[in-house]
C-alpha cells in the first residue's frame, strides 16, 4: 500500500484525500455494492484523515458493519444515510427548498435533505405538492422562493419541475424519481421529461440522486452566502 | 372493380361505406402520401356516396388537385385540413376545449378544432396556456371546465395534460406533439410524460394526431348532448 | 401537523380534500410501496373525511394491517384493491364494458371493474376475447355496443383495441398490459400498438392502469347519464 | 479480375453464381445507393450467366441506366423493381395471399407480388382490408386460406397480422411498413405488434421487406405444390 | 357459466373449441402465470373435449397439480413443457431441423422440438453449432438440409439464422433467445440481428418463442409432406 | 384580442408579461418554426413592453424580416440568435465559464456566452479543450475556477463535464451537444455520459441548449454576485 | 455420442478441440446456467484433451461441484473464475495495463486480469482512477504507457476510456461496466460513451466483459513479444 | 491568437501539436461541418507544423477551397478523404485486412484502407464477402489470416464479425455500417450484433468509423512490426 500527498492508495481505492482543498468537499462513500473489508478500511480510514464520514446507499447490514468500530454512526433507514458526524457542529447557513410531488419521492428527498444539512445549508422540506392538486404546491410557493436554490423532486410523469420553474426566480434542480410504474422505464421518462422542460432555469440530475442535487444546491447556496466573483 | 354495400372495392382501396351506420362517423381521408389518382378517385367516390369529405394532412399540391375537380373544396394550410362541405349545416351542438402549451403546437390544435366543428360540435380554442406561466392558464380554467370534454396539446415536456388533468372535472384527452428539439424524441418524450401522468381523467392519442383526439372528444360530447345508457 | 380547507397536511403527505369539490372524485389511495404508518394513517384521516376509502395495488400485508382498524376492509387478491365501503349504497347508473385479450390480464380489468363499481357504474365484464379467436368478440360484440364507453385491455401485441375500435360506435380507452414475454418490453410493445391504432375513437393509458382506464370511463358514463353541456 | 466456378469477383463485389444451385433461387440485385458502374457491370454480368436479372429498390435514374444496354428492361414505379424477364416464360404455380392493411402499404405488397411472379407462383392480391374496417377482411377469408401462405402487410399499429393468424389455417408471414407517424418510430411499433402476436403461425420479416417475405413463401409455396420429404 | 359450439365459456377464459377445425391445430396451454384453480379447469375441460393436452412454460408446481388428477401427465424440465399425450399415437411425418448456436439455448430448442413431436413431426436435432466455431454446423449441413424447414435457435448476437440463411435450400425460422448479458437487451439484440439478415428465406418469432416457430413450422412440414395448392 | 396585467393575449400566444416581476428575466422569443406573422407580431409587443428583444434558434429569413422593421436587430448566423439590444447597456458583472470539447461545438457555445451577456454577466470563453487532448483544458483550469459557475459543452461521448466537474470548485451546467454520428444518436449518447456523471456537481439540460445553460448560469451568477438568502 | 478430430459432440455440446490449432487459445468455459451434469462432463473432458480448465462467471456451487472431482481447482470469488491450471507453467511475457475507474469495477477487472495472466501475459493493475479526481490517473500514466495494450473498465459514465485515449500511445480496449443506477441503464450508457469516444485508438467489448477484453489485449500482446508479418 | 508548444491556440480550435509525440500519430482533421475559414486555416498551420494534412469525411466542396491553397490535394470521393500527401513516402509496413460483407460498406471500407496506408501500413481489400455466401470469405480466410489484425465491416445483421473472429487468429476490430433499412436503426443493430459476438478477440468502434478502426489497427501492426514490451 502506497500513499502520497493527493491521494491514499488501499490497492482496491485510492481516495482521494485532495478534494476538499480542490472543491470545497471531503470524499463521500457510495456505499452500495462495496465489499465489507472495503468499507469498513475506507471509513476508518476517512474518520482518521477528517474526522467525520458520510455514506449514502448504505444497507442496513452495512450499519451494523461499521456501528461495530464507531458506535456513534448513525442510520437513517429511508434515505439510507449512514452518517459519523463530525465532533464541533457549525451553524447552518442560507436555504435550500426541497420539494416533492408525492410521498413516495420521500426516500430520495431525505437522501437530499440530509446531505445539505451535513454541508452545512439548511432544507425546507415541501413534501407531496405535485401537479395533480396544484393548490397544495401555490400555498407553499412563497416560502420556496425564499430559498437561494430549489430540488424539484418527481415520478411517474415529472411535471413538478416545470411547474416550480415557472414559479420560481431561483434555479432548480430537478432530481427524477424511479418511482411509478409501466411505461415510467424506471424513472427514464421523469428525466426525459425534466430535460425537455419548457421553463427556464432548470437543470437534471440522474433518477434518484438526491445526493448528486444536493451538492449542487450547496455549492450555489454558499455561492449566494459568501459571495463570489463580482466582476471579471 | 366490384362493389357490396358494405364496402366500395376500388382494387387499390376498400371505402368502409358502412362506417356511418356502424360507429356514426363517416369514413375521413388520411391524405399523406395517397397518390394522386388514388386520392381524386377516393374524393368523388365518397362525395357521390356522402354529400361531403373530409380529408387530413393534405399538401398544397393534393388542394390544387381536388380544386380542379371540385371548386368549393376549402384548404387550411395550417391544420392541412382539405375539405368540401356539406350543403346544409346543421347548429352546433355542446362544447370541447382545444388547449395548448405553445403557438408552436397551433397545426395540431387546428386539425382537432377543425374536426370537431366537421363533426358537428362547438370548439374552445384556447391557446398558449403552457405551464411555464400557469397563470394564463389559471385565469381560462373556469371557462374550460365548462366544456364536455378537455383536449390538452403540448409538445416538449408534456405537463400541461397533468395540470389540466388536476383543476378540470371532465375527460383530458391529451395529444404530445412533435414540438421541441434534442432529447424530445420527435414527440417521445411528451408521450410518456402524458402516459405516465400523475392526474386521473387523462388519456392519450398518438404524437400530433389533433384529428384522433378530436373524434374521441366528439363521442363523448355527443354523448353528454344526447344521453347514453342510464341502466343496464 | 398543521391543516386547511383544501388539504389536510400530514408532513409526509398533504391529502387533497379539495379535490370532491373540484372533480367529482374522492381522493384514492395508491398504496404501493407506502410504509406502514403511513397508510394506517392515510386510511383513519381519510375515513374520517369521506366515510369510505378505497386503495389500489395494495398487498396482502396491508391488508392485514388495515384489517386491524377497520374490520370491514374488504381485499381482493386479484386486483389488489383495498376498500372500505360507504355505508349507504347508491344505485349504479349506465354502463362500462370492460374487455380483455386473455385470462392473463384479469388482474388489470378487475381493478378496473370494481373502481367502476365503487364510483357508481355498472361494469359490463367481456373477458378473454382476443383475436385470435375473434368469432368469441363478435359473438359479444352487440352487448358491448350497449355500454357508454368500452374499456379494451390486452397484453401481447395488443391487437384487441383496433378491432374493438373498428366495430364499436363508443369511445375506446385502451389498456396494455404486461402480459406477454420477450420483444413485449414489459407492455411497451402492447402501448406501442394502441398509440398507433388505425381505428378511431382509442386513447390509451399506462401499462397495467386499470384504475386510470376506469377512472376516465367513470367521467364519461356519467356525462352520458346525467348529460353535459348542450350548447356553448 | 479474378473468377472461380462458385463466385463472380468484379472487385467491388463477388457475385454468388453458386446460390441458384445451393439454395434454388438466382442472386438478385439490391439496386438502393449501387454506384452507377457497379449497377451496370452486375447487371450485364447477372445477364450473362442467367438470362434474366430481377434488381429490388431501384430509382428511376437507375431504370434509365439499365434501359440504354437492356431496352426490354422493365421499371414499377410503385415497388421500385427494375426486371429483365427471361425469354421464356413458365406457368405459374401455386397460390400466395398478399394481404394489406391500408392502401399506403402498396408499395411493399407490390414488390412482395412482383417478387413472386418473378419466382413462378401465383400472387393473390388482397388489398386495403385492415383491421378498422374487419368486415372487409371477412368477406375474403375463404379465398385467402384457398393459398399454401399468406402475407400480412400493415403499418401503423400492425394488428392486421394477428387478426389473419387467428383466422387461417396456413403459415402467414408479416411484414410491418414504416407507413405511419408519430409513435409508429418508422416501422417499428408495427414490428413489435407482429413478434408478439398472441395469434399463432407467424412470423415477421424487416419493415418493408417485401421481397424477403415474398422469397420464403416461394419456398413454402413450392414445398406444397411439390412436395418435400415424407418421413426422416 | 354458458357455451356454445365455437368456444366454451368458463367466465375467466373462453376454451376456442373451434380452433382445430378451422387451423387444424387444437387450443395449446400458456401455462405461465395462470392461477392454480384456472389452470386445473382448463386442463380437465380441454381434455374432456380433445383427448389430450398440450401445456407450455408450466412450473414444477403445475406439473404437482396437474399430477393429482391426470398421473399420466408429463413434465419437462428443460422445455416447461406439462403434456398429457393422447392415447394413440399415429406415425412422424416430414422432417423439421432445430439448430442451436449454443447449449444455453436449450430450453428453447427443447419446447420446439417437443412441440414438433407432438404435432406430428420428426424433429432433427442439431445442437450448439454457433459461429464461433462454424466448421461444427458444416459438417451437419447437408442432414439439416434434407429437411423441409429449419428453426435456427440463438443468442447473443444471434448470427447463426444468417449463416444457415446463406446454406440453405429451405424456409429458416429464426429464434432469438434472451442468453446473453450486457448488450444482449434481453434477446433484443438478437431479435434485430435476424430481423435484419442479409440472407434470404428468414423469418423471425419472438424472442426464446420455441413453441410459436415450431407451430409454423408444423404447417409448413405438413403442406411439404401433405401438398397444398397447386394451380389458382 | 383581449389583455390583462400579468399577460397580453395574441390569440395564437400569451405573451407572459409578468415574468420579468415573477423571475427577475423578461420573455425570450423561440423563433424556430414561428410564422412570419406571428413572429414579427411578438417582436412588436414585446419591444413596446420592454425595449428590447432577445430571439433565439432564428433563420436568415427571419432576420430579414425582423430588419425591416427594426433597422438595429443584429443577427449572428452561428449561434443564431437575433437581438434588439437595449438603448441603455449596464456594466456587466461576475463571470461565467463557457467550455467546449471541440470546435463543432461552437454553434451551441455561442448562444450560450451570448444568452449570458444579453442578462448582464460576462462569459469566458474556453474552446476546443475536449480530452481527446486534456492538457488544453489543464492549462486553462485555474482561469475557469475564478467563475462563479461553468458550462460544459461537449458532443461526441461527452466526457469533458466529468472531467471539469472533478477539477472544479464550483458548479456545472452541462450541455450535450448533437455534434458527432453513428451511435452518437443525435446527442442522447452524450447526455446520458453527462447525467451519469462520476464527478459531483453536475445537472444537465437539453441537447443544445445553449440558452438553458446560460439562463440557469445568470441566476447562479447573480446570486454570487448579488448575494442570497444567509440564514433561514 | 459421435466424435471426429475438430470437435467432441457430447450431444448438448459441441467442444471445439481445433480452436487452440486454428486460434492459438483452447476453448474456455462460460459457466453462468449450465446445468450441473454439462459442466462436470465439459470439465471433465476439456481436462483430458487440454491439461487444464479455465471458466469464467462461475457460482460458488459450481466450485464446490467441480472441486469433488478436481480438488486443485481454485475458485477466485470476485472475479467468479472456476480453473484447474495446468501442470508447468510457463514464464509470463510482455505486459497489459488493467486500469478501472473505481472500486465497485474490480469484478470486471480481475476477470480480465485473471485471464490475461492464464493466458500467459503480465498484468499491471491500476484501480480505482476514475476522471473524478484525475491526478490520480496522471500520477501512474508513464508506468501504463509501458504496456504493450491498454484495457479501461468503468461504468457510469465510463469517461475514463477517452481521457486514457487522449494519453496513451497504445491501443485501448474498452470495457463498460454495468455499475452505477438510474440512467445507466444497466451499463448501456457507458457502453455509448465508449463507442462514441472522441479520443482513438479505442474500441469497445460488451458490458461486463473482462474476459473478452483480455483474450483481445493477449493477442496484441503476442504480437508485440513474437512479433508478426514484416512485410506483405 | 496565444501558443506554446503543446498545442496552437486558434481561439475556435486548440491544435494539438503535441499529439505526434504523445501518441505517435499527427491530428487528423475532422471536416465534416467545419466553417470553410476554420477548414482552411487549420489545413495551413497543420500543413506548416506537419509538412502533410489528412482530413476524414470531406465534401466536394471542402476539396475545391483546400485545392486553391495546396493544388496537390487529394480527395477520393469514395472515402470522403481529403489528403495533402507528405513530400517523401516511407515503405509500408507489415498488413491489416479490411473486410466487407457487401458492396455498400465501400465507402467505410475505402476510409479504412486508405487511413492505414497514409500510416505506413499495407492494407489487404477483401470486399463482399458476407454470411449470405459464406463460400466467398472461406476462399480468402488464409490470406487473411497472413494479416496482422483484421478490420470487419458490415452493415445490416453484421454476422461477419462474429464468423471472420471465429476463423481468425488475429485480432479483429468489427465496424458497423449504417447500411441496411428498417429495423438496422442507422446501424445500431449490427453494432449490437458485433458487441454481443460469441466469438473471442473482437472489439467494436462506432457506425461508419472506418478511421477508427484503423487507427486501432495501425497500432496494433506497428506493435507486431516493431516490436513492444516483452518482459514487465
Do not use: W
Not at 57 to 74: C, D, G, M, N, T
Not at 169 to 179: F, H, L, Q, W
Request: charge should be negative.
Amino acid at each position: 500500500m502506497s500513499s502520497d500527498e493527493k491521494f491514499l492508495d488501499l490497492g482496491f481505492a485510492k481516495l482521494d484525500t485532495d478534494r476538499k482543498r480542490r472543491t470545497g468537499f471531503a470524499e463521500v462513500v457510495f456505499c452500495q455494492s462495496k465489499a465489507d473489508d472495503y468499507l469498513v478500511e475506507i471509513y476508518k480510514r476517512l474518520y482518521e484523515k477528517e474526522g467525520s464520514v458520510f455514506g449514502t446507499r448504505a444497507s442496513e447490514h452495512q450499519y451494523e458493519l461499521i456501528k461495530e468500530l464507531f458506535p456513534e454512526v448513525i442510520y437513517d433507514p429511508v434515505s439510507k444515510i449512514l452518517v459519523i458526524e463530525p465532533k464541533e457542529k457549525k451553524e447552518r447557513i442560507g436555504q435550500i427548498a426541497v420539494c416533492t410531488a408525492g410521498t413516495a419521492d420521500l426516500f430520495v428527498a431525505e437522501e437530499a435533505a440530509k446531505t445539505i444539512e451535513y454541508f452545512g445549508g439548511n432544507a425546507l422540506r415541501v413534501y407531496d405538492v405535485g401537479v395533480s392538486g396544484i393548490h397544495r404546491l401555490l400555498a407553499r410557493m412563497d416560502e420556496i422562493n425564499k430559498s437561494n436554490v430549489i430540488i424539484a423532486i418527481a415520478g411517474m410523469e415529472g411535471a413538478l419541475a416545470s411547474v416550480i420553474g415557472g414559479l420560481a426566480d431561483k434555479p432548480v434542480i430537478a432530481v427524477p424519481t424511479s418511482v411509478g410504474y409501466g411505461a415510467n422505464l424506471g424513472g427514464v421518462s421523469a428525466l426525459l421529461t425534466m430535460i425537455n422542460s419548457c421553463a427556464n432555469g432548470i437543470s437534471v440530475v440522474n433518477i434518484d440522486n438526491g445526493y448528486g442535487a444536493a451538492y449542487m444546491a450547496t455549492q450555489i447556496n454558499r455561492l449566494a452566502v459568501f459571495g463570489g466573483v463580482r466582476n471579471e
